[in-house]
Every structure is written in structure tokens, then in C-alpha cells.
């Protein structure tokens, strides 16, 4: 069964850094290319940013560029997103998501297969 778990999200206040971590099982990461996008309350879903499936190339929307770093080691079967000067407007449900293509988008969420349950980003001071 395929299946996609994020953790690491919390509460932090203005400035501080998060790492969220995807991990996943039932299959094998390498096959996918990750997108990590978010939800807030009222809002539509939106694309965060978005790794190609062998890693060489990573988007971002243009909200965390510069603040937000996409990784991932597909030997340990887990993608990263590295939140750094995190913003109350990033408060949100993160998740990542699985794309069988060698290439990302960070737009166009109904492309992606397969979905984590999410993991909430709190930013308040």
C-alpha cells in the first residue's frame, strides 16, 4: 500500500525554523518526483514548492523563496522541506505529495497520485 507520512510541523514564533520531513513506503521514492504544498484555514490549496524525481532540480512559489529548501534522499525513502524565517502567513496544513514523473510542478495539485495525511505549521508570536 502506497503511503506518504509527514511529521515535524509545531508551533514556532516568527523568525524560527521548521523541518518537516515526507516519508514514505509501499513504494520506492525514486519513482516519484515530491511536491510539499499547504492549506490554511479558508484558503485553497496551494503548491509550496516541488523536487524532480532524481533531485537535480527544485520550484518554489514565489511566497518562500529563499526561506524554504526541498530535499530529499531516496535511499531513506524521505523528502525534507527545510522552513527557515518562518512568517505568521505561513501558518498552514502542510503536505507533501507523490508525482510518477521525472518532473515536478508546484502548480497544479490534482496531478499528484498520492497524499499525505498533513501536518500542521503554526507562526505566531
Known amino acids: 500500500q502506497l503511503k506518504l507520512v509527514e511529521s515535524g510541523g509545531g508551533s514556532v514564533q516568527p523568525g524560527e525554523s521548521l523541518r518537516l520531513s515526507c516519508v514514505v513506503s509501499?513504494?520506492?521514492?525514486?519513482?516519484?518526483?515530491i511536491g510539499w504544498f499547504r492549506q490554511a484555514p479558508g484558503k485553497e490549496r496551494e503548491g509550496v514548492g516541488c523536487?524532480?524525481?532524481?533531485?537535480?532540480?527544485?520550484n518554489y512559489t514565489d511566497s518562500v523563496k529563499g526561506r524554504f529548501t526541498i530535499s530529499r534522499n531516496n535511499a531513506e525513502n524521505t523528502a525534507y522541506l527545510q522552513m527557515n524565517n518562518l512568517k505568521v502567513e505561513d501558518t498552514a496544513v502542510y503536505y507533501c505529495?507523490?508525482?510518477?514523473?521525472?518532473?515536478?510542478?508546484?502548480?497544479?495539485?490534482?496531478?499528484?497520485?498520492?497524499w499525505g495525511q498533513g501536518t500542521q505549521v503554526t507562526v505566531s508570536s
Open positions: 523536487i524532480s524525481r532524481s533531485g537535480d532540480s527544485a
Open positions: 509501499g513504494f520506492t521514492l525514486d519513482h516519484y518526483s
Open positions: 505529495a507523490a508525482l510518477p514523473r521525472p518532473r515536478c510542478s508546484v502548480r497544479g495539485w490534482g496531478i499528484y497520485d498520492y
